[in-house]
């Protein structure tokens, strides 16, 4: 023991303490209580550290144990101090046990980390605790000012989904100490910008601590997206100015009070652990056999042979009740210290696997439906993972929204041009009923996009064919190769005025079919900026220009803008857009009940038989409200060539057509019977 352990351990008073809750809790001034689970170690320590310098102070053996808990009561820690633990047992990674007494772990319930967890080949090797961030011991109390969460309901949610430091590292009125971080998030600046925009919710890529890969490391690249979790609870480090925890709640204060939503994207399918030759930084090395998923041969387990649903070389075991605990701890820690809203599942699908097999009835939803904080949150699932059957679109509860893959493809195909998509383009159009049944979900349980962060942004989808991910080292293997897009004549880039109308109006037909769409809105954030990203369409790893946001705008960059504005306006003032109760569906018997009719360009009726035409690309329906007869009138024309209208009925006017430059009529148009919609454009009528 060193000379500042023998120093300093005698002022440290230690008793038993209690098993419950897990993690550390402040029971005293000064007195901290620690709880650990580690089922299957001989022993436990906690390392104490220097706050400044990480110089240990002490190392205090854990004495109590009741049944799987490991726990202690330390007095006179100072405020400040860091920790860690070490376990001890046996190391046979064969039987799922991988203890090394020399080793450092990190606090799977740590609620603050004192720095960014990078990977460190050397410490790491050599067992230095330097290799691993700590936890810190911290009140943090904090002053909510009253504010309030904005509970925005389902049907009026625009999801506007950004990267902590993307939105800000390029913005000119950010001060550039608060780019990137999570005050640069809430920087009036950017509240100006979403509220003008109409967003309600900001959806955040993952912030709880996050390790980049060991191979990405060596590249010189990094896990820029963190979706590579070392810590459920702990925001990280990264993104803070001195403080993660306090400043991280000044963000979701700052948005509430601006009545903006917080949504976390959440990975809770694994960890930066990776497989059997990964790194031991915490849940291996406390209880490895417990947090991870293994298959199994001739009814034996081999703990060497991590299921990898996930793509990441391990997958949590969500049906194990301690892993179970640890994820429901950390929504509801989320939820009522952080004071988010509610969250985005990454990879959801593997969170309802039992028995490795998805089963909708999980009880990790169960859990969540009759949890009085959890099942009040906004639940958002990603509807797969990648492993065997892993595809759920649509079977997850009524009271989750789930990320509608066939919105992105169908309404990309139908724009690009592809034949013999009609059918499927209404249907998405009016809330992909034919995967959320009418009568047991609302349409809100779809979350329509054109976009995400992993994939094509808006103006990539109009200007490139194929993708271009040269410079995440992988010679362009990784990423999806079905990206549906155009480039209209030319492979990125291009000061071609035709070429660029082209480009704007598809964007303009992208925009307006999403934003007219029946469900939940989720835009990624930059598109309306006409944000590129060179054509990458997987940049995980890339940490720079690529990937952040570029506010200075040309002139048709503005005019895509303010259309994206208005359209969202628009939305906002028909309720019909947010949320249609056709009359024949019972799921909701109250509130306002509408009718939907479908035509042809005639000005006719819709036939069963012209829904089967491929090469009609031409889509016109009303919705009307029942009781006071007012209604719209939608007419998208995917169609090489302009078509003449009949208008059904009279007195129409015209609410904007994608056609003009900047996709909004100056004044309302009167239009008698007849109207020319253009080629590749929208137009609506009220």
Known sequence: MSNGIANTA????????????????????????????????????????????????????????????????????????????????????????????????????????NRAQ????????????????????????????????????REKTVIYEAHVKGLTMLHPEVPEALRGTYLGVCHASVIHHLKQLGITTLQLLPVAAFMAEPRLTGLGLTNYWGYNPVNFFAPDPRYQLEDAVAEFKQMVRTLHQHGIEVILDVVFNHSAEAGDDGPVLSFRGLADRHYYLFHSHADMVDYQNYCNFTGCGNTLNIANPATQQLVMDALRYWLTE???????????????????????????????????????AKLIAEPWDVGPFGYHLGQF????????????????????????????????????????????????CS?????????????????????????????????????????????????????????YQHKRNLAATLLLSQGIVHWLGGDELSHTQGGNNNAYCQDNPISWLNWQLDGQQQKFLQFVRQLLQLRKKYSCLQQISLQDDHYQLHGDKH????????????????WHDPERAICIFRITHRQSGKALLFVFNGAEQSVALTLPARGWFRLFDTAHNDGLATKNSDAESDYLQAAHSISVWQ
């Not at 790491?124 to 925005?152: C, E, M, R, T």
């Not at 985005?344 to 009085?372: C, H, W, Y």
């Not at 009718?595 to 012209?610: I, M, S």
Request: net charge negative; aromatic share 10%; proline share 4%.
């Open 595 to 610: 009718q939907v009719c479908w035509f042809l360009a005639d000005g006719t009726e819709k036939q069963q038989h012209d």
């Open 118 to 153: 990078v990977w460190q080949r050397e410490q790491y090797q050599q067992k230095s605790h330097l290799a691993l961030a700590k936890g810190v011991l911290d009140n943090n109390n904090f002053d909510w000012q009253k504010s309030v969460k904005p509970n925005i309901s």
């Open 447 to 503: 979350v329509n996009y054109l976009t995400y962060h992993d994939g094509f942004t808006l103006e990539d989808v109009v200007s490139y064919s194929d993708k271009h991910n040269e410079q995440n080292a992988e010679q362009n293997r990784d990423g999806h190769s079905h990206n549906l897009s155009c480039n209209h004549g030319v492979e990125g880039a291009s000061n071609d005025p035709l070429i660029l109308a082209r480009r």
């Open 338 to 376: 952080m004071q988010v809203d509610g969250f985005r599942f990454d990879l959801a699908v593997t969170l309802g696997r039992e028995n490795k097999r998805f089963n909708p009835f999980a009880s990790f939803f169960q859990i969540i439906a009759q949890d009085p904080v959890l099942s009040k």
């Open 397 to 444: 509860p009524a009271n989750w929204s789930e990320l509608n893959d066939k919105c992105r493809d169908t309404f990309r195909a139908f724009w690009r041009g592809d034949k013999g998509v009609l059918a499927e383009f209404a249907t998405r159009l009016l809330g992909s009923r034919d995967i959320f049944q009418k009568h047991h979900k609302p349409a809100s």
């Open 10 to 113: 005698p002022l440290l008073k230690t008793v038993a303490g209690h098993s419950s809750p897990l993690g550390p809790t402040n029971v005293a001034k000064s007195c901290w209580n620690f709880a650990v689970f580690a089922p299957d170690a001989s022993g436990l320590t906690l390392c104490l550290y220097q706050p400044d310098t990480e110089e240990i102070l002490a190392e205090l053996p854990f004495s109590a144990r009741t049944g799987s808990i490991w726990h202690m009561q330390v007095s006179d820690i100072s405020e400040g101090t860091l920790y860690a633990l070490k376990a001890d047992g046996v190391n046979n990674s064969s039987a799922g046990l991988r203890f090394d007494n020399a080793r450092v772990l990190i606090d799977p319930y740590a609620r603050k980390l």
